[in-house]
């Protein structure tokens, strides 16, 4: 900890003589606006949860006043990927993010969200978490709604019923829909239907948030599919955590950028988001055929025990592992299987030998078949390559995103880009590698961010803007958490405002618990 730093909130004299009062008062920090100008020198007022003024503050007093001591003065990060709905009411305070600089997530992605955005937004505005939360509608939480685990395509009646569970969302305060195109029981659903939920989000003036259907060997079919989506549904198009993975496929992310770069120069609203590692995190199911999970686990453990199908399963199986160009599963690891929690941090490869099995690829699919049916395991997968993560970051219209919850300290062995994405960002790739400079990593964290999900009133340290504010040590900020010891939070951001209240004090979560339900345009005009 910085000794400047132990004294550096101070009460203000009863008898000062200053013209001006305020709640808070950031005095000495280099101020980043985050709209992607140079730093300067300067002070913040905050007042009712609100930035006051900006500048040189000399007449202003407060009960409540930071020396930043030329740290770093930001608008609170915006994460434009999370998945906190369950997670937040366990953890509300979310210390994952806040100490990650992070004020506000978007939650809902990946197809999955509440089935129900009004009572969520409801238990959120009685919990009052530490970060502030936005939502999308996802379509697959729709799509299980209308048609359960069905592998066919809607009926008129059907496509119309989720269309309007979509349009319900919106006018709940949804910022737009999100697809998850590799998951049950998206993956069934063809471009048509997605256009049709699309074009109801559209008419609130939400956006297009999709994990797309490959983003490995039909990457680039995906990629396009997305915009589309977005043509046809005259809808601004974010491409979750944008990547390429699988090695086969290493190298070629000039190409799938090139497709988005490609739709904004023909004036379509295209961006996208990542996180900085080359290892992604999702379920071990995925590596099965989507087919073999139509009808629900009912269904899938029949499958499993037909002899004949389960040899077709793991016939395309070991198809996809030889298209990726993986001799074997040991790229697979395992951050949480509740079955047997001692596989947790182990990959399938090692996991087979524990199991006294051979060590080929036709029987860790067996394992991962075992596994599957015995409730399956969030995984992560070391599939992607450095220089690729390096070629996305530089694009202008990358924003960051965990693609996290809120996790529970110390239980499995979770990714470590829901500690720390953002230090990372700001550490490896700003100041030690230069990827791209300080102010404009800041802008994709906050004001690009704000902009794409309509969040008017953040993203910007600017007079009359909500306080989201993070004060932090550009020469020292850091990511902690590793793929072997992942619970580690991040550090350097000293303080944290949500709201004008003050959730982290040196270095340290006060407990505060600020934040508040972000509606979209369709709620905010209700």
Known sequence: ??????????????????????????????????????????????????????????????????????????????????????????????????????????????????????????????????????????????????????????????????????????????????????????????????????????????????????????????????????????????????????????????????????????????????????ASSTNLGVRMPDWAFAGGNDSLKMRLHDPAIRSQIKKEMLQQLQKYKFKNYSYCVVASYATDSSFNGKSITDINKLLGRKSKATEEAETIMDMVEKGGAQMVYHSMNEDDVKYIMKYPFCMSGADAGVPVPGKGMPHPRGYGTNARVLGKYVREEKVITLEEAIRRMTSLAAQKFQLKDRGLLKEGMAADIVIFDDKTVSDHATFEQPHQYSTGFYYVLVNGQLVVNNGKHTGVRSGVSLYGPAKVKM
């Not at 200053?18 to 709209?35: E, F, P, Y």
């Not at 040189?56 to 906190?84: C, E, N, R, S, T």
């Not at 396009?224 to 979750?240: L, M, Q, W």
């Open 1 to 278: 900890m910085r000794k400047f730093l132990t004294a550096s909130i101070l009460l203000a004299s009863a008898t000062c003589l200053a013209q001006n009062s305020c709640d808070v008062l950031i005095k000495n920090g280099r101020i980043i606006d985050g709209a992607g100008n140079s730093w300067f020198y300067g002070d913040v007022a905050v007042k009712d949860g609100k930035i006051l003024a900006i500048g040189k503050l000399a007449d202003y007093a407060a009960p409540q006043i930071i020396d930043a001591h030329k740290m770093i003065v930001a608008p609170g990060f915006i994460d434009v990927h999370g998945h906190v709905e369950g997670a937040i009411f366990q953890w509300p305070t979310a210390d994952n993010y806040i100490y990650d600089g992070v004020t506000t997530v978007i939650t809902g992605n990946c197809g999955g969200s509440s089935s129900s955005l009004k009572n969520f937004f409801h238990r959120l505005d009685s919990l009052h978490p530490s970060i502030n939360i936005a939502s999308l509608v996802g379509h697959n939480t729709v799509r299980e709604q209308v048609m359960h685990r069905d592998n066919r395509l809607p009926t008129p009646a059907e496509q119309q019923q989720m269309e309007s569970l979509v349009e319900e969302a919106m006018k709940d305060g949804a910022v737009g829909i999100s697809t998850g195109l590799i998951y049950i029981p998206g993956t069934f659903a063809n471009t048509e239907e997605v256009v049709g939920l699309a074009k109801m989000a559209s008419r609130y003036n939400g956006i297009y948030a999709s994990h797309i259907r490959n983003e490995e060997s039909k990457a680039i079919e995906a990629i396009t599919e997305a915009i589309d989506i977005g043509k046809a549904a005259n809808i601004p198009v974010e491409i979750s955590h944008f990547k390429i993975g699988g090695k086969a496929n290493w190298g070629t992310s000039n190409i799938t950028l090139g497709l988005v770069q490609q739709a904004r120069q023909e004036g379509w609203d295209v961006t996208i988001d990542q996180y900085p590692y080359t």
